[in-house]
């Protein structure tokens, strides 16, 4: 597609619940990375991917967190027993190297856990 | 690992005025330094960017300055619009790695 697309743009969830939120990329862009921003925050790097290679997880905030990448393609950023701190905007970017630069964000999804 | 610092957090000018924002990093092997502009429900949107071989860098009224010894880069808007209004966001990283972004500055211009 012509940008990078999230689904769903938004997210209500109840405490306990797992949700599983869906990126993407541009084709043909090897790169691939998850963001939280929290209201009125900065993004706070979660995980990266490089086409085949092992994920860099060293930003994902407990073992709830999760994220998979089938090839260069869509990826899955699942969060298991959501609890109220989750609630933020998950952001989806990805590059067409090995990053970081050009990064094509997606509009995000707001995630909600009430 | 990375630590990226942004100031100020809020900024407010009069149009037609200059604004800067000014960042700080703390990784010395970081050598791409970009800005991204989010404006209200949409995902940040890069404006410009700059890599360390370079000290300066512009694209109309929008430039960047680099000072890799001081470890410190800054935004410059020249002859702010109401359009410019929107949360401006630095970054640092390198090759293989994926950016570190600072806290994000609100630009507010008032016509």
């Known amino acids: 597609g012509a940008g990078v697309s999230q689904s769903p743009s938004n997210k209500v969830t109840e405490k306990g619940k797992d949700v599983e939120l869906r990126c993407d990329p541009i084709?043909?862009?090897?790169?691939l990375y998850w963001y939280r921003q929290r209201l009125g925050q900065g993004l706070e790097f979660l995980i990266y991917?490089?086409?085949?290679?092992?994920?860099?997880k060293s930003g994902l905030p407990s073992d709830r967190f999760s994220a998979e990448r089938t090839g260069e393609s869509v990826s899955t950023l699942t969060i298991q027993r959501t609890q109220q701190e989750d609630s933020a905007v998950y952001l989806c970017?990805?590059?067409?190297?090995?990053?970081?630069?050009?990064?094509?964000f997606g509009s995000g999804t707001r995630l909600t856990v009430v | 690992g990375e630590n990226v610092e942004q100031h100020p957090s809020t900024l407010s000018v009069q149009e037609g005025d200059s604004a800067v924002i000014k960042c700080t990093y703390s990784d010395s092997a970081s050598n791409y330094f970009p800005w991204y502009k989010q404006e209200l429900g949409k995902g940040p949107q890069l404006i410009i960017d700059i890599r360390s071989n370079v000290g300066e860098k512009k694209d109309q009224r929008i430039a960047v300055t680099l000072n890799k010894t001081a470890k410190h880069f800054s935004l410059h808007i020249t002859e702010t619009q109401p359009e410019d209004s929107a949360v401006y966001f630095c970054?640092?990283?390198?090759?293989?790695?994926?950016?570190?972004f600072g806290k994000g500055t609100t630009l507010s211009v008032s016509s």
């Open positions: 991917f490089q086409g085949n290679s092992a994920p860099d």
């Open positions: 970054a640092a990283g390198e090759a293989g790695t994926a950016l570190i």
């Open positions: 970017a990805s590059s067409s190297n090995s990053g970081p630069y050009g990064y094509t």
């Open positions: 084709s043909g862009h090897t790169a």
